[in-house]
C-alpha cells in the first residue's frame, strides 16, 4: 500500500504540474483572433496547446455563435471532464489512509492472540521469550499501518489542494473568456 501511495502521488503530482503549463500570453492571444474574427487561428492555437484550460477555452470557441448559455454549459460540462482526469486515482489514496491503519491494528490483534495462545498454551511455565514474538508482530503492524495511513492521508489532502488551486484557475480563465465573448456581442 506504501508504494502504491508513492505511485500514484508522484503520478498525480506531475499530471497536475502538467495541466497547469499554459504560456503566459495564452489568453491574450485567444482574445486578439477572436476580436479579429480568426476563430480558426484562435481555434489551433487551443489545439497547439495540451492542457486543460486550452481544451476548454476550445469548447467554447467552437460554440461560438450560439447563446452564451449553451457556451458556458459546454465549457462547465468539459470542465467537469478535466477536473474528473485531475482527481484520477486521488481517491485510492483516501481509502488507502483509511485501511492502513485498519490492517496495522488487525495484526495487532493477531499478535497479541499469538502471544495469548503462547501463555495458553506454556501451562505455567511463562517467560518474556515467548510472548515477545506475538508483541513483536503486534506492534510492527500498528506502526506500519499508521505510518502508510499517514502517508497515504497527507499526500491525499495535498493533491486536493493542488486539485482545487486548478480549478480555479480554470473558471478564471474560462470566466475571462465568457467576458470576452459577452463584450464581444
Do not use: W
Given at each position: 500500500?506504501?508504494?502504491?501511495?508513492?505511485?500514484i502521488?508522484?503520478?498525480?503530482?506531475?499530471a497536475?504540474?502538467?495541466?497547469?503549463?499554459?504560456?503566459?500570453d495564452?489568453?491574450?492571444?485567444?482574445?486578439?483572433?477572436?476580436?479579429n474574427?480568426?476563430i480558426?487561428?484562435?481555434?489551433q492555437?487551443?489545439?497547439?496547446?495540451?492542457?486543460?484550460?486550452a481544451r476548454l477555452i476550445?469548447?467554447?470557441?467552437s460554440?461560438?455563435?450560439?447563446?452564451?448559455?449553451?457556451?458556458?454549459?459546454?465549457?462547465?460540462?468539459a470542465g467537469?471532464?478535466?477536473?474528473?482526469?485531475l482527481?484520477k486515482?486521488?481517491?485510492?489514496?483516501?481509502?488507502?489512509?483509511?485501511?492502513?491503519?485498519?490492517?496495522?491494528?488487525?495484526?495487532?490483534?493477531?499478535?497479541?492472540?499469538?502471544?495469548i495462545?503462547?501463555?495458553?498454551n506454556?501451562?505455567g511455565?511463562?517467560?518474556v521469550?515467548?510472548?515477545?514474538?506475538?508483541?513483536?508482530?503486534?506492534?510492527?503492524?500498528?506502526?506500519?499501518?499508521?505510518?502508510?495511513?499517514?502517508i497515504?492521508?497527507?499526500?491525499?489532502?495535498?493533491?486536493?489542494?493542488?486539485?482545487?488551486?486548478?480549478?480555479?484557475?480554470?473558471?478564471?480563465?474560462?470566466?475571462?473568456?465568457?467576458?470576452?465573448?459577452?463584450?464581444n456581442?
Amino acid at each position: 500500500l506504501l508504494l502504491l501511495s508513492i505511485f500514484i502521488y508522484f503520478e498525480r503530482i506531475f499530471a497536475i504540474s502538467s495541466a497547469v503549463k499554459v504560456s503566459p500570453d495564452f489568453m491574450n492571444q485567444i482574445r486578439t483572433y477572436v476580436l479579429n474574427g480568426k476563430i480558426e487561428g484562435a481555434q489551433q492555437h487551443c489545439m497547439n496547446e495540451n492542457v486543460p484550460v486550452a481544451r476548454l477555452i476550445l469548447k467554447g470557441i467552437s460554440r461560438i455563435g450560439r447563446p452564451l448559455e449553451d457556451i458556458n454549459t459546454s465549457i462547465e460540462n468539459a470542465g467537469k471532464l478535466e477536473v474528473y482526469k485531475l482527481e484520477k486515482n486521488i481517491s485510492v489514496l483516501a481509502t488507502i489512509s483509511g485501511v492502513a491503519p485498519m490492517l496495522g491494528f488487525l495484526g495487532t490483534v493477531i499478535g497479541m492472540i499469538l502471544s495469548i495462545f503462547e501463555m495458553a498454551n506454556a501451562g505455567g511455565n511463562i517467560d518474556v521469550e515467548m510472548l515477545s514474538q506475538g508483541i513483536y508482530t503486534a506492534m510492527t503492524t500498528t506502526v506500519a499501518g499508521l505510518i502508510v495511513g499517514i502517508i497515504a492521508f497527507i499526500s491525499y489532502n495535498y493533491l486536493v489542494a493542488k486539485v482545487d488551486k486548478v480549478i480555479f484557475m480554470l473558471e478564471a480563465k474560462t470566466t475571462d473568456f465568457l467576458d470576452l465573448l459577452h463584450h464581444n456581442e
